[in-house]
């Protein structure tokens, strides 16, 4: 038989009691196959096993071949809401009916039936008509596929990034077996199912479906000081043992002294009438002593398989400390009453009135022109002073947000190695190399003493972070690696984040980790946002759930996120959410197009804001053009063969500026990479994460490019002022709002803003020209009535004084070659 036998591919519970066992190919034979279930040399009997049914198979397959070895493709109507079957005629087409040729022929058309008491679409025919491995997909008369969901156990992928069903002839529903157990397994076991007739090679290991990420706890976690005592409270559902080591000082870090946390009973989730106190995988501990300043960490053991990683001795930092040493930890103890309140006091501004700076601490800080030691410039007191100086850049900028770069503690291996942060640690910790004297938590004063320093200045603090992956060691996986991780039915760890391992953030306890820790930075940092780095990895659901608490918190939260990672792009799903996204169409469009590339929709299009495709109202696209993770704007556009700005030449300056003015003429929110409004450039270099030698702002610059920092700052303050509100949006504007003008054959262009005087009297005229001859915009009549004054060129931002040259408004608009210019009528 040994040869014989398929390959177990892999197990899984479904409930405590039950589960599914999933074979390489069909089992063929009368008696059902002798498996056996196991941990060590420990053995439990299966209560039942069976055949999962052939519809249960096909419900997520589109097809199954039953006992008479007929095959059926066929569409569950429930899941496919927008077919009608009195109206929609479905086809089944794949590379055994040359696909689109399928469509429309009697022979592959699906007809009504129910399989298990459900409607659906299906058509059969003998199996053995189909002898070899084919892709199929369904498709209605009128060529409109049904799509396949990514998840499809026969999902197959092609080279042009098409997913399509993949029928085999091998795997046809008989290669799925059910099994239920007397009595729940205990999960803390590493359980493998293999043949009872072979030998452990045959061995797959056992792995807890959906509900064991549903498992969670309700109590508070963390170390918690009350009065004189202190409670270590951890949740770990699969942990064997959890020992707690806490010291007054490191030098006691080789010999703590060391507790065994216990179990926590809780109420039942669905209590009866007279419901038992139970387990829900807290593990807790309480000391008569209140413990405030000293250190601590986990160590836990567990069960060592595919699915789990628990290491005996391993120094694993509560997820949940409020501060910590650095990377590995330890943990320090700190009663909420010393950590408090962060400023409170400052009103975050309208998202439509944002100006944004992302910026990163020691890039602002490194050479900064501020009486600072060394060690402040590695963090948050060097930046707070900057902030505080009256020569700040920012502030002179005119920017009333910034975008801080992560500040949780992350994986930076010394205190002076420079790293942009986006391989977080620990979520409510502030990161210790920014910090005087981590061992103390000073970091929390710090972070606390700079945002409100920020908020003084009148600008909003937006933290990045980082959800959707750790940085090392993996704290959370020496925890739970399946509770806390995104992995495959092998248990290898899924890395669309590029960075080595997926959080699950769909699992209860890591959705309340990421709210927990979101709220903690609100209430004991004072800080105004955030932006989600990846999000389409935390999942659409996950962040409508943050949106939902953080707004009964902070109602004024502004949530922004990073729509995509390397699986996906879920920008245009946030429409129907109260998050803005990042529009990386907005940076691709205007850095093409200043270099003379794009199209006049695309213009139009973003200009107005991206609506309804991707932004449903108006502050819901951040348009930007620069941002950390990739080469500067300047590195991007200039005309130097070397893809180096760092000299920029006249057109590098002229279509900068030519950026500017359509960036914060754009209906959203824009945003600025700190150092752009000086054509900071990383001398061609992307992927900088680890090179602050040239991610550090040289204020020299400001001095080298007077002009560009001033032009950058006219536009801003006039885009904050009470006419520029006119290019602030809270809502959709009017349909006569824009008329847009085009010179023949070209991308040179004219906007009116307010063209139906929708919003008052006044009324704004923006001129672009991206190419490299001169151009006439031909004008309506209507437009040129009034008395125009210019506010911008293309080299100055006059502003509301209307000094300098005027052009005047004509019929036929003279826009030189990269040139742009404002004006405004008012009336």
Request: glycine content about 8%.
């Amino acid at each position: 038989m040994a040869p014989r036998s398929p390959k177990i591919v892999q197990a899984w519970l479904e409930t405590p009691v039950s589960g599914v066992i999933e074979l390489a190919h069909d089992w063929r034979a009368k008696a059902p196959p002798p498996f056996a279930l196991c941990h060590g040399a420990a053995c439990t009997v299966l209560a039942t096993l069976a055949r999962v049914p052939d519809y249960s198979f096909g419900a997520e397959s589109g097809y199954f071949v039953n006992d008479q070895d007929e095959l059926f493709f066929f569409v569950q109507l429930d899941r496919h809401p927008d077919i009608d079957p009195a109206r929609d005629v479905l086809y089944v087409a794949g590379d055994f009916n040359d696909w689109q040729q399928a469509v429309g022929r009697e022979e592959w058309c699906l007809v009504p039936g129910k399989i298990a008491g459900e409607p659906v679409l299906l058509w059969s025919g003998p199996a053995a008509k189909f002898g070899t491995a084919q892709r199929f997909k369904f498709a209605t008369g009128e060529h409109r596929w049904l799509p396949v969901p990514p998840d499809a156990p026969n999902a197959v992928r092609d080279d042009k990034g098409n997913t399509n069903y993949q029928y085999d002839p091998d795997r046809t529903g008989r290669h799925l077996y059910s099994f239920t157990l007397a009595a729940s397994l205990d999960l803390t076991q590493a359980w493998k199912f293999g043949w009872a007739d072979r030998g452990p090679e045959s061995d797959v290991a056992l792995r807890p479906g959906a509900f064991f990420h549903e498992l969670k706890t309700d109590l508070p976690l963390g170390a918690i000081v009350n009065g004189d005592e202190t409670v270590f409270r951890l949740f770990a559902p699969r942990a064997q043992r959890v020992e707690l080591c806490v010291c007054a000082d490191l030098s006691e870090l080789e010999n703590p002294h060391r507790y065994d946390l216990a179990h926590r009973l809780e109420a039942p989730t669905a209590p009866g009438d007279n419901p038992a106190p139970e387990w829900r995988g807290a593990w807790e501990l309480t000391l008569e002593q209140n413990l405030h300043g000293w250190f601590y960490w986990y160590s836990l053991e567990g069960p060592n398989d595919a699915f789990g990683m628990f290491v005996p001795g391993q120094r694993v930092l509560d997820p949940y400390a409020m501060a910590a040493v650095d990377r590995d930890g330890p943990g320090i103890v700190l009663d909420r009453a010393w950590v408090g309140r962060g400023d409170h006091d400052f009103k975050t501004p309208a998202w439509h009135d944002l100006v944004v700076a992302e910026a990163h601490v020691r890039d602002l800080t490194a050479y900064a022109p501020v009486r600072a030691s060394g060690d402040e410039r590695l963090g948050f007191t060097g930046l707070t002073k900057w902030v505080e100086s009256p020569e700040f850049y920012l502030e002179r900028l005119g920017i009333n947000a910034v975008e801080l770069q992560p500040v949780q503690e992350f994986d930076n291996r010394t205190r002076e190695e420079y790293h942009w942060g986006y391989m977080t640690n620990n979520y409510f910790a502030p990161e210790g190399s920014y910090s005087l004297a981590p061992l103390k938590a000073s970091g929390v004063r710090e972070l606390q003493a700079l945002v409100a320093a920020f908020h003084r200045r009148g600008i909003a603090v937006i933290l990045d972070v980082v959800y959707n992956h750790v940085g090392e060691p993996a704290h959370l996986m020496f925890i739970d690696k399946l509770y806390y991780f995104e992995m495959d039915s092998a248990g290898q760890l899924a890395n669309w984040s590029g960075c080595g391992n997926d959080l699950r953030c769909g699992s209860a306890m890591a959705r309340r980790l990421v709210i927990d820790s979101l709220i903690h930075l609100i209430e004991a940092y004072g800080v105004d946002g955030f932006r989600f780095d990846l999000a389409d990895l935390i999942g659409l659901e996950v962040l409508r759930e943050i949106e939902r608490a953080l707004k009964q918190v902070k109602p004024d939260i502004v949530l922004i996120a990073e729509p995509w990672s390397f699986r996906g792009h879920i920008g245009g799903e946030l429409r129907d959410t109260g998050y803005a996204s990042w529009n990386d169409g907005y940076r691709n469009f205007l850095r093409d197009f200043v270099r003379g590339g794009g199209t006049r929709e695309q213009f139009e299009y973003y200009l107005k804001g991206s609506p309804w495709h991707y932004a449903k109202w108006p502050a819901q696209t951040v348009n930007y053009t620069e941002s950390h993770d990739d080469k500067t704007w300047i590195d991007v556009i200039t005309e130097n063969a070397d893809g180096n700005g760092q000299s920029p030449t006249a057109n590098d300056r002229r279509r900068t500026h030519l950026m500017a003015a359509i960036l914060f003429a754009s209906i959203g929110v824009p945003m600025i990479s700190a150092g752009q409004d000086f054509l900071r450039s990383k001398r061609g270099v992307n992927n900088t994460y680890q090179r602050g030698d040239l991610n550090a702002l040289d204020y020299r610059r400001l001095f080298r490019f007077p002009g560009t920092h001033a032009y950058f700052a006219g536009w801003i303050e006039f885009r904050r002022s009470e006419t520029g509100r006119l290019l602030r949006h809270y809502s959709r504007a009017s349909e006569g709002f824009f008329r847009f003008y085009f010179t023949p054959d070209s991308n040179a262009s004219a906007v009116l803003y307010n063209a139906d005087r929708s919003q008052g009297p006044q009324r704004l005229l923006l001129a672009v020209n991206p190419t490299l001859n001169d151009a006439v915009v031909p004008l309506d009549a209507d437009v040129i009535s009034g008395a125009w004054r210019q506010l911008a060129d293309a080299e100055r931002f006059y502003g509301l004084s209307g000094q300098g040259s005027s052009q005047p408004v004509e019929t036929d608009l003279f826009v030189p070659a990269l040139g742009c210019g404002l004006w405004l009528c008012e009336g």
